[in-house]
T-cell receptor, first 116, second 116 residues
Framework: ETGVTQTPRHLVMGMTNKKSLKCEQH?????MYWYKQSAKKPLELMFV???????ENNSVPSRFSPECPNSSHLFLHLHTLQPEDSALYLC???????????????FGPGTRLTVL | SQKIEQNSEALNIQEGKTATLTCNYT??????LQWYRQDPGRGPVFLLL?????KEKRKERLKVTFDTTLKQSLFHITASQPADSATYLC???????????????FGTGTLLAVQP
């Protein structure tokens, strides 16, 4: 768990609040990911960054805004969220290879987000 | 699009028995398939990876099989222990027309409960 850290672990926010989730990886990886995990649903990939450049954005609402200032840090900025956005938000990292090689992902502990 | 099916019902077994979890996919055969373990409120942890040209992979008490004809992977835990109780996720690499990608598609997971 110390390979990928996330803060805060729990967050309760109102629909009009602005907050940010932080992720840091200590594994020397070059790709980072944000996932959303809701009850009884599979992990939903939200954003992928490779070498600090966003390479994937799975039609996520604009109220979620990612930021990747360097290969070790990833943020998810939240504003005017809806109650249905309540979920576990997971950050992961991996070593990206342009040839599409094996991509084992290392996850952080997640942030449990509750939107009131 | 690729879909992964894992038994959504919990699997309850007695300590010492072998647990067998199933992962079925519906579309193309992936280049590789991975199994992760997830404990409540935590991020998934990588366990095993098996490639499309491998029939079986073992790691200590864990064994994974991969049958591309049946489009199925089986995950076995022998001599199960209460500490093995967790949700087990199956994940496949996403393939597009350009070949394998570095994106993973996850199943919803199967909850395993090992009774002492």
């Amino acid at each position: 768990e110390t390979g990928v850290t996330q803060t805060p672990r729990h967050l309760v926010m109102g629909m009009t609040n602005k907050k940010s989730l932080k992720c840091e990886q200590h594994l020397g990886h070059n790709a980072m990911y944000w996932y959303k995990q809701s009850a009884k649903k599979p992990l939903e990939l939200m954003f992928v960054y490779s070498l600090e450049e966003r390479v994937e954005n799975n039609s996520v609402p604009s109220r979620f805004s990612p930021e990747c200032p360097n290969s070790s840090h990833l943020f998810l900025h939240l504003h005017t969220l809806q109650p249905e956005d309540s979920a576990l938000y997971l950050c992961a990292s991996s070593q990206w290879s342009s040839g599409g090689g094996v991509d084992t992902q290392y996850f952080g502990p997640g942030t449990r987000l509750t939107v009131l | 699009s690729q879909k992964i099916e894992q038994n959504s019902e919990a699997l309850n077994i007695q300590e010492g028995k072998t647990a067998t979890l199933t992962c079925n996919y519906t579309n193309y055969s992936p280049a590789y398939l991975q199994w992760y373990r997830q404990d409540p409120g935590r991020g998934p942890v990588f366990l095993l990876l098996i490639r499309e040209n491998e029939k079986e992979k073992r790691k200590e008490r864990l064994k994974v099989t991969f049958d591309t004809t049946l489009k199925q992977s089986l995950f076995h835990i022998t001599a199960s222990q209460p500490a093995d109780s967790a949700t087990y996720l199956c994940a496949l690499d996403e393939v597009n027309y350009g070949g394998a990608t570095n994106k993973l598609i996850f199943g919803t997971g199967t909850l395993l409960a090992v009774q002492p």
